[in-house]
């Protein structure tokens, strides 16, 4: 059994990876200042009712036999990127207010240290939990 099979771990994973990916498209925002034309991207914010709603992997292959069983959903993808209209265009068309990619790269920052903190503490937990230190 590995940490991905226990379903916070997976999520704290999912979590990560997501936060990943969004520093990465505002590091490119912000490499994209001076680009005319370049609008600000971002990724579509993951919800908890999302993550929460969608089956994992041992229940998705199960066959319905009754209207009381769980109903499977298709997984959505967290990397479908969302063009915003910006309240700030320069001249030349460009739509990066780096101020405000800043702010949000600050944000991804602390929550992905948050993240990483809990999961270091759930694993702590887990290990005390074995009788191992």
């Keep these: 059994m590995s940490l991905q099979d226990i379903p916070l771990f997976a999520a704290l994973t999912e979590r990560m990876k997501w936060l990943s990916s969004r520093q990465k498209v505002l590091s490119q925002n912000i490499s994209n200042a001076d680009t005319p034309g370049y609008q600000a991207r971002d990724l579509k914010p993951q919800k ?11 229940v998705a292959h199960l066959t319905k036999t009754n209207s009381m069983h769980i109903q499977t ?11 915003k209209e910006p309240y700030e265009v320069t001249p030349t ?3 990066v207010v780096l ?10 920052q602390i929550q992905y240290q948050m993240t990483t903190s809990l999961y270091k503490k759930h694993l702590s937990m887990l290990k005390t939990a074995l009788g191992r230190q």
Excluded at 48 to 58: H, L
Excluded at 74 to 80: L, Y
Excluded at 99 to 108: N, P, R
Aim: proline fraction near 3%; hydrophobic fraction near 35%; aromatic fraction near 6%.
């Design 73 to 83: 959903v298709s997984k959505s993808e967290f990397r479908t990127k969302t063009i």
């Design 93 to 95: 068309g460009n739509g």
């Design 99 to 108: 101020e405000e990619q800043m702010m949000h790269l600050a944000e991804t």
């Design 48 to 58: 908890f009712k999302d993550m929460v709603a969608r089956p994992d992997e041992a």
